[in-house]
Each structure stands twice: as structure tokens, then as C-alpha cells.
């Protein structure tokens, strides 16, 4: 996205102008708004005119989202603050140092399902374009991609494999993993390392009854955390290691999981913590008391008793905004004739056995 902004400002500068011009901490009711949704990008303008707008984004309990919005043209300086359902105010934005121009409010936890005003507004009698963007997860918007060429910058880099065991790769406008042997897994994952993150994708499944599906977070290659759903509608979360698996969270709860029907999994990793949202609704999260896994890649799961096949599509990655210039600079130094996937594919002589039982570790809901 262009970012054009010949003389930052600094955000105290902000704010004490937000104060003169008298910006209401509530969003006043009788103000028209306009509907947002994640990951759709809007532009507007700010001028004498229109010196503010209010938009309204529609979000689930407990669901966990960022701001951001840059200036376009003109000599437009802009803040917004988020609001909740009530009209009480949630945050305000900040200046980034690292990109001048720019403006977030980071991680938003949501307390209550509903509405969530933004209120955009020039600061002093300055004008011009800008655009807005609400993200799941963080406000450092790594990886956006569709997977039909049109990614840019934005793209996950994976690889195309096929053998007798087992086949990744792009495949009518989405990332394909398929299983040709009985108890095959694979765990495919991209280029870059992350610690914090938050990590969504579409997942579709084709023989549910032998199978599970899911993301890969922090892996190194040979080991990281899997969050997995399977066709019985069993779902946990998993620390892998080569062909060993520790359950750090299984539910009693179920997840459907259809044939071929789509299914939204989103997973936020902060610390040794691992949230889980389902369709954008939040449904549950645990700690890993071992915190095994520190850092790592990102990435798709299957495995499967018999032959199955998984799709991925729409996958969005963001990170705190302060990791994402080292993501960046390391993502630059990456040769481009160099493996861009690493591959952690396995045979199990037996079927994985999914229990029914709690967890030992303490399940907790992480307010960020």
C-alpha cells in the first residue's frame, strides 16, 4: 500500500490538536455510519466538508483485531479512535516511528459481541485521501493471499511437490495438500520465522471420516504447534515433534467439519498461549506450560488414514507491528533461487488416537 507522508508528525502533536478541536470520546449517535468488514480496504477523504468519519465494523465476543489507515494524498494528518458497542471508547491510534504517515490501534480483544465504531478525523485544517483497513490479529499485515497470482508483496511462498505418498502445491486458485498412502501427514510451511501471530485460513476437507486438517505455527522443520480439526468433529491443539504428538488442548466441545464444506480457522499465538476462532467466533484457548516451541514458521496440516485431500485458501498472517520491519529485512536477505517451503512429511505405522478428555493444562481466554 503507498504510503505518502512528507512530515510526520509525532503523536503527542496529534493528540493535543485532536483535544483543541474538541473530538468526542463517544461516537455520537445520530451520525451515520458505514459498514466494514475485515480485510476489505476503503478510502475516503477528509476535507473541510467531511472533517470526520464514522465506520462500523461487526465483530464476535472475545474475537481479536487491529486498525490501520495511511494517508492517500493531500497534506492530511488523521487519528482515529475505535469505540465498542456501548459508544464507550477502546483506543486510539498511534503513529508508527517505523513508517511515517501510518496510524494503528493494535490488538483489539473484544469484550462484547456488535458493533465497533471507528471514527477517522483530521487533525487541525489539514486534508486529503486516505485509506483504512481492519485486519484479524495484529496491525503488521505479513501475508494476504488468494492464491491466484494476484499476492504481490503479500504472497505466502510454499512450493509445489508431488510423489507417491503425497502432493502440495497450487492448484485452481488454492493450495492443495493431498494424501495418496494410509496414515500419511504432512506439515507444509513458508519462508519466514514468527514468535507472536495470528494466523487464519479456509480450509475444506474431502474424506472427513479418515482425516484431520489444520495450520502449523512456530514450526522449525522438525517440530511446532499444529491446531487440528478432524472429521468427527474432534479438534485440539498439538505440539509436534518428527512423529511425536503432545495434546496441549482437546475439548470436549466438537467443531463440524464437513466434506468439502469451508471452514474459517483462525489461531492466535502470544507467548505460550493459543487462542482458537471458528467462523470468527472464539471458541477456545490454552497455554502450553512446556513452551516448547518459541519461534518458527507458519503453515497447512493434513493427516489422513486413507487418501484425502485439503484446500487452503484466503490465508491472512499478521504479526505486532514492531516485529514486522524484521520480518521484512529478513524476508530481503532470502536468496531467490533458495527453498522457499520446508517439508516435515511422515508415515505412522498406526492411527493417531484422538481422546475425548480435558486437558491438563489451564485453559484460559487471553485479554490482550
Same mark, same amino acid.
Given at each position: 500500500?503507498?504510503?505518502?507522508?512528507?512530515?510526520?508528525?509525532?503523536?503527542?502533536?496529534?493528540?493535543?490538536?485532536?483535544?483543541?478541536? &474538541? *473530538?468526542?470520546?463517544?461516537? @455520537?449517535? +445520530?451520525?451515520?455510519?458505514?459498514? $466494514?468488514? =475485515?480485510?476489505?480496504?476503503? %478510502?475516503? /477523504?477528509?476535507?473541510?466538508?467531511?472533517?470526520?468519519?464514522?465506520?462500523?465494523?461487526?465483530?464476535?465476543?472475545?474475537?481479536?483485531?487491529?486498525?490501520?489507515?495511511?494517508?492517500?494524498?493531500?497534506?492530511?494528518?488523521?487519528?482515529?479512535?475505535?469505540?465498542?458497542?456501548?459508544?464507550?471508547?477502546?483506543?486510539?491510534?498511534?503513529?508508527?516511528?517505523?513508517?511515517?504517515?501510518?496510524?494503528?490501534?493494535?490488538?483489539?480483544?473484544?469484550?462484547?459481541?456488535?458493533?465497533?465504531?471507528?471514527?477517522?478525523?483530521?487533525?487541525?485544517?489539514?486534508?486529503?485521501?486516505?485509506?483504512?483497513?481492519?485486519?484479524?490479529?495484529?496491525? &503488521? *499485515?505479513?501475508?494476504?493471499? @488468494?492464491? +491466484?497470482?494476484?499476492?504481490?508483496? $503479500?504472497? =505466502?511462498?510454499?512450493?509445489? %511437490?508431488? /510423489?507417491?505418498?503425497?502432493?502440495?502445491?497450487?492448484?485452481?486458485?488454492?493450495?492443495?495438500?493431498?494424501?495418496?498412502?494410509?496414515?500419511?501427514?504432512?506439515?507444509?510451511?513458508?519462508?519466514?520465522?514468527?514468535?507472536?501471530?495470528?494466523?487464519?485460513?479456509?480450509?475444506?476437507?474431502?474424506?472427513?471420516?479418515?482425516?484431520?486438517?489444520?495450520?502449523?505455527?512456530?514450526?522449525?522443520?522438525?517440530?511446532?504447534?499444529?491446531?487440528?480439526?478432524?472429521?468427527?468433529?474432534?479438534?485440539?491443539?498439538?505440539?509436534?515433534?518428527?512423529?511425536?504428538?503432545?495434546?496441549?488442548?482437546?475439548?470436549?466441545?466438537?467443531?463440524?467439519?464437513?466434506?468439502?464444506?469451508?471452514?474459517?480457522?483462525?489461531?492466535?499465538?502470544?507467548?505460550?498461549?493459543?487462542?482458537?476462532?471458528?467462523?470468527? /467466533?472464539?471458541?477456545?484457548?490454552?497455554?502450553?506450560?512446556?513452551?516448547?516451541?518459541?519461534?518458527?514458521?507458519?503453515?497447512?496440516?493434513?493427516?489422513?488414514?486413507?487418501?484425502?485431500?485439503?484446500?487452503?485458501?484466503?490465508?491472512?498472517?499478521?504479526?505486532?507491528?514492531?516485529?514486522?520491519?524484521?520480518?521484512?529485512?529478513?524476508?530481503?536477505?532470502?536468496?531467490?533461487?533458495?527453498?522457499?517451503?520446508?517439508?516435515?512429511?511422515?508415515?505412522?505405522?498406526?492411527?493417531?488416537?484422538?481422546?475425548?478428555?480435558?486437558?491438563?493444562?489451564?485453559?484460559?481466554?487471553?485479554?490482550?
Amino acid at each position: 500500500m503507498s504510503r505518502l507522508f512528507n512530515r510526520p508528525v509525532t503523536f503527542s502533536v496529534i493528540l493535543i490538536a485532536a483535544l483543541c478541536l &474538541g *473530538l468526542p470520546g463517544r461516537v @455520537q449517535a +445520530d451520525q451515520a455510519r458505514i459498514a $466494514l468488514e =475485515l480485510m476489505q480496504d476503503t %478510502q475516503a /477523504t477528509l476535507d473541510d466538508s467531511t472533517p470526520e468519519i464514522i465506520y462500523e465494523l461487526t465483530v464476535s465476543q472475545y474475537q481479536f483485531f487491529s486498525v490501520i489507515a495511511w494517508r492517500e494524498s493531500g497534506d492530511l494528518n488523521l487519528m482515529f479512535t475505535v469505540t465498542d458497542p456501548d459508544g464507550q471508547p477502546v483506543d486510539t491510534s498511534t503513529l508508527l516511528e517505523d513508517e511515517p504517515g501510518v496510524v494503528v490501534v493494535e490488538g483489539i480483544a473484544t469484550k462484547k459481541a456488535g458493533a465497533y465504531g471507528i471514527s477517522v478525523a483530521r487533525v487541525g485544517q489539514t486534508s486529503g485521501d486516505f485509506k483504512l483497513l481492519a485486519v484479524p490479529g495484529y496491525s &503488521g *499485515l505479513v501475508a494476504w493471499d @488468494q492464491f +491466484d497470482g494476484n499476492a504481490g508483496d $503479500l504472497a =505466502l511462498p510454499l512450493e509445489n %511437490q508431488d /510423489t507417491d505418498s503425497f502432493a502440495f502445491g497450487i492448484v485452481d486458485d488454492h493450495y492443495q495438500l493431498q494424501t495418496k498412502a494410509p496414515y500419511t501427514g504432512q506439515v507444509i510451511v513458508s519462508t519466514n520465522d514468527y514468535t507472536d501471530m495470528y494466523l487464519e485460513a479456509t480450509i475444506t476437507l474431502s474424506n472427513v471420516d479418515d482425516a484431520c486438517v489444520g495450520l502449523a505455527l512456530r514450526d522449525d522443520g522438525t517440530s511446532g504447534y499444529v491446531v487440528s480439526i478432524c472429521g468427527q468433529g474432534v479438534w485440539g491443539i498439538w505440539s509436534m515433534r518428527e512423529t511425536e504428538q503432545r495434546s496441549i488442548l482437546l475439548p470436549k466441545s466438537l467443531i463440524t467439519l464437513e466434506e468439502n464444506v469451508p471452514v474459517r480457522l483462525g489461531v492466535r499465538i502470544y507467548g505460550d498461549s493459543i487462542m482458537v476462532y471458528v467462523n470468527g /467466533t472464539f471458541v477456545s484457548s490454552a497455554a502450553d506450560m512446556q513452551d516448547e516451541h518459541t519461534v518458527g514458521k507458519v503453515g497447512f496440516y493434513l493427516y489422513s488414514a486413507a487418501p484425502a485431500t485439503a484446500t487452503f485458501d484466503d490465508v491472512v498472517l499478521t504479526v505486532p507491528h514492531t516485529l514486522k520491519a524484521a520480518a521484512a529485512e529478513n524476508q530481503s536477505k532470502t536468496s531467490a533461487s533458495s527453498d522457499f517451503s520446508t517439508t516435515l512429511a511422515f508415515d505412522l505405522d498406526s492411527p493417531v488416537s484422538y481422546q475425548l478428555t480435558p486437558s491438563s493444562h489451564t485453559a484460559r481466554i487471553q485479554q490482550a
